[in-house]
DNA sequence: CGATAATTTGACCGCTTGGTAAAACATTAC
DNA sequence: GTAATGTTTTACCAAGCGGTCAAATTATCG
């Protein structure tokens, strides 16, 4: 008799761990582009090429799928941050950091997708992540950030607000990468665009935050 | 024998108004917290005090709510860029234009959220109107940006990639507003957090765009 | 090999969904 | 008033939904 579900045993088998990735690379894509409620286990199930029962032996519930998709992507993805030094130089780390996020909106858009369809419907599934790790990550960066305004390495501001605008822009290209393309025009065939953005938002921050003798 | 929809009526009733008014408020506050796969008519029909069959009498699909209403957010969410004024002082021009897009987020953040949804998954309703009036607007601006730059009043910088900045930061509070209150934290209970963020933007934005003498 | 455990399938269930039909009810115009 | 029009309700349907079940199939191990 078959163990009820794969997941109770112990020891995974090579097939479990194929299937799984297989199912949750589908599930990232439909998620992504549907948002959970508007996301359905056949739409998933197809993408993986099974039957839905098949994937329902891997994942019991369509909130589990979601569940540990999110779990994953969530510590890559704050990764950047994580990275910023207190030691190091100001300017390279916010550079570094504005590349390293536009690098991966560019090469993991369905990851921030799946974050922005997340929070946008009121993150139902990951309050507990924001209120708690993420919270304490970034209360952590902006006194990192504090001293360094303080020590007048770069000018005064807030550093939450700072650490928003380099998400919000970042990211932007993206969860709407629809509307950028739509604006830009067919001409941006390549990803020109994102060299571009680069360089823009590193002189928008590194100018702006730059500190000033008056 | 009633004629299949009041909509095909030439006069449009007294009730005819109230009621369309009364669902597409309602199907706003659904829409945007749920996409439109997520949102279910009768989720609406209930947000506006009426029978599914009642709000169906009104318009034919869920769709058709949709599209009206995002016809009419559309208008008015592009105003302030329309308002953005070649004669007028670059300074004071992106400086009210970042306040007014603020405003926009903080009291009209489910019209944001509306779009932000509708983009995020594709936007497959309006790419027509991004491709078009939208993308008109852009360029239009995009080369009042670059005048002012020509003429030395701002630094050189691509005008598409700074209007993109713009919407992306100041839509951020209302797109993701859970997120920032999340990272914020309780004693952000009311909206100061929409002062802080003008602030913060502000400075940004303007000394990252002055010009420089070097 | 044979036994046992792991995987896959097809048939199915109860609920929700978008939408319809027709009749009951209300309003307006004359 | 009454007839025509406009509005609302009740009952309903077919398809889609998340998920279950038991049987059939395949892989693994001694």
Not at 165 to 190: K, P
Request: charged share 30%; glycine share 6%; hydrophobic share 40%.
């Amino acid at each position: 008799m078959a163990i009820p579900r794969a997941a109770k045993t112990q020891r995974r088998t090579r097939i479990q761990e194929e299937k799984e990735e297989r199912i949750l690379e589908a599930a990232l894509d439909v998620f992504s582009q549907n948002g959970f409620r508007g996301a359905t286990i056949d739409q998933i199930a197809e993408a993986a090429g099974m039957s839905k029962p098949n994937l329902l032996y891997y994942f019991r519930t369509k909130e589990a799928i979601h569940r540990q998709l999110i779990d994953r992507v969530l510590s890559t993805w704050l990764e950047p941050l994580r990275a910023f030094d207190a030691e190091g130089n100001p300017e390279s780390e916010i550079r570094s950091y504005i590349r390293r996020k536009l690098e991966m909106a560019r090469d993991f858009p369905r990851e921030s997708r799946l974050f922005a369809n997340e929070v946008l419907q009121g993150a139902p599934h990951i309050e507990d992540e924001l209120k708690g790790p993420l919270k304490a990550l970034v209360d952590e960066k902006a006194e990192v950030i504090r001293a360094w305004a303080r020590s007048g390495k770069i000018t005064k501001c807030d550093p939450y607000h700072l650490i928003f605008s380099i998400w919000s822009t970042t990211q932007h290209y993206a969860d709407f990468d629809v509307q950028v393309r739509a604006v830009l025009g067919q001409d941006y065939a390549g990803e020109g665009r994102f060299e571009d953005a680069a360089r823009f938002l590193e002189q928008l921050f590194i100018d702006g935050l730059r500190a000033r003798k008056a």
